[in-house]
């Protein structure tokens, strides 16, 4: 069977570009080339070119995994996005990747991309970790492996950020306007909150390009969402059998997409709106609702759907009990949003149960319940922190946060181990070593001040909810937890 590039031909079932995508140049370097870019930015920018054209084409960068340029390049950058939702399911074949580099053997290829004076957005999806925040002082966290490393060697970056701010001192010296920053990575204030990384970095690295960087660099914060498995056999196999070719770079989404941005390019960019972005002034309000709600609600079922035997979040909504403690997130997530005039936090709530139902996409809870400790401060300590200082329930938040504790023990409730794939991993395990208190391991755990705010960590009723949750998990099992929670 032959692999999809740019010359073949539609067949029926697919949409193929419906524009020349290799008359178009690039405009966009995009770090992170994983399967969210392919089904958000790069289809926002698809419809952005062949709408109205312009030099936007991206070039993406792989910062880890060098098989997306495996996949990618053979096919000429093309791949099928398989969008599923109630209407059904459509294949859509994307023109907008036109390189995939690998940072590590394609270094010099990135490097001059990133210093190109065509290249007017660096975007970012790289997820929450590799960011190196400290989200203590919010700027960048100085023991993180990849930042200590690029600190002691800045003209050798391998950090987004470091890569980032020696691109931006680059394009300086050489006279190139700075480009955009684009964060798309799930971040409270993500524009800002990589403003201040970088920031911080420069005045450490390159002390001379750090006014440069505070006057005349944008970094506009987005909130991004569309609900995207990560690619499987199945994915492909889709695609040989419905559309005749094999595609190696095949990814499926849900058919719900939404992308709000600040306004703030000056360097131009593409027309975003024809894939229906929004553009607003300040995109706070929405990644909070988004955040808290979509997200929050999805960490506390990965973590207590996970161990409650169910793989796959639609199998989670078939749940009765937990579609119960599903809905009490949400409602609470929403209790403590500033109103937004255009939203019905309501409407958005029974949305996203909706989406979360979707009988077509194969989401594993195991995927979502990855990196909790990188997750959680936005999605669930947040609101628990402003909750505990109101008159609001907290319990949903400590349920949440009860089940992660649960999850990051590593072992199931048939006794089999599993990877519990998170940054802090290690210092998990060596607190967690030899304890069997529920109490102790409440109290080890909420000592991770980079996870949860002393005030929080120090909050007697906080503590004695979450720790009567994990107790009760613990000594009756996931399922039963989750019962009795249900029936309050
Ligand atoms: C999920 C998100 O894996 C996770 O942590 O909560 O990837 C979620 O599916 C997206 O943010 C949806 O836009």
Not at 203 to 214: G, K, L, Q, W
Not at 273 to 296: I, S, T
Not at 360 to 381: C, F, N, S
Request: proline share 5%; aromatic share 6%.
């Amino acid at each position: 069977m032959d692999r999809l590039t740019a010359k073949t031909q539609a067949s029926g079932a697919a949409r193929l570009p419906d524009y020349a995508p290799e008359d178009r140049g690039c405009g966009i370097v995009h770090l992170g080339l994983g399967a969210f870019h392919k089904a958000h930015q790069a289809v926002y920018t698809d419809d952005a070119l062949a709408r109205d054209g312009g030099d936007w084409r991206v070039i993406g960068v792989s910062l880890r995994r060098p098989n997306a340029a495996n996949e990618l390049t053979p096919q000429d950058g093309r791949y099928t996005l398989i969008e599923s939702g109630a209407e059904g399911t459509a294949f859509r074949v994307i023109g907008s990747i036109a390189r995939a580099l690998t940072l590590q053997d394609d270094r010099l290829a990135v490097l001059d991309a990133l210093t190109s004076p065509q290249t007017r957005i660096v975007s970012t999806t790289v997820t929450e970790k590799a960011y190196g925040i400290d989200r203590e002082t919010g700027g960048v966290s100085p023991a993180h492996p990849a930042i200590a490393k690029d600190l002691a060697n800045p003209d050798a970056p391998q950090s987004v950020v470091g890569l980032i701010a020696w691109a931006l001192k680059q394009r300086k010296s050489l006279g190139v306007p700075a480009f955009t920053v684009l964060c798309c990575d799930n971040l409270p204030e993500n524009g800002r909150m990589l403003r201040a990384v970088v920031l911080d970095y420069t005045r450490r690295a390159f002390p001379e390009v750090a006014a440069h960087i505070t006057t005349d660099v944008a970094f506009p914060s987005t909130m991004v969402d569309r609900i995207t498995p990560a690619a499987s056999d199945e994915t492909r196999d889709q695609v040989r059998k419905k559309l005749g070719f094999e595609d190696h770079a095949a990814i499926e989404a849900e058919s719900f997409r939404q992308w709000v941005i600040e306004d703030s390019f000056p360097m131009g960019r593409p027309k975003w709106e024809a894939g229906g972005a929004v553009f607003v002034d300040d995109v706070e309000p929405y990644e909070q609702m988004k955040l808290r709600m979509l997200n929050g609600t999805h960490s506390m079922l990965a973590y207590s759907g996970f161990l409650a035997g169910h793989r796959y979040v639609r199998d989670v909504m078939q749940d009765d009990a937990l579609t119960v403690l599903v809905r009490r997130h949400l409602e609470a997530a929403a209790g403590t949003l500033r109103p937004l005039p255009a939203v019905d936090f309501g409407d958005y709530a029974a949305s996203l149960e909706m989406r979360f139902r979707n009988p077509h996409l194969a989401h594993e809870t195991y995927q979502i319940a990855m990196d909790g400790t990188e997750k959680l401060p936005q999605r669930v300590v947040g609101p628990a922190l402003e909750v505990m200082n109101g008159s609001k329930d907290p319990s949903p938040f400590a349920f949440a946060v009860a089940a992660w504790m649960r999850y990051v023990l590593g072992v199931d409730e048939a006794g089999t181990a599993y990877d519990i794939r998170d940054p802090r991993q290690e210092d998990i395990v060596r607190r967690l070593a030899g304890r069997t208190e529920t109490a102790d391991i409440v109290e080890q755990l909420l000592a991770m001040d980079e996870v949860f705010p002393g005030e929080l960590a120090q909050c007697r009723a906080w503590r004695h909810l979450v720790t009567g949750y994990l107790h009760i998990m613990l000594s009756e099992g996931m399922r039963a937890a989750i019962k009795r929670e249900a029936e309050r």
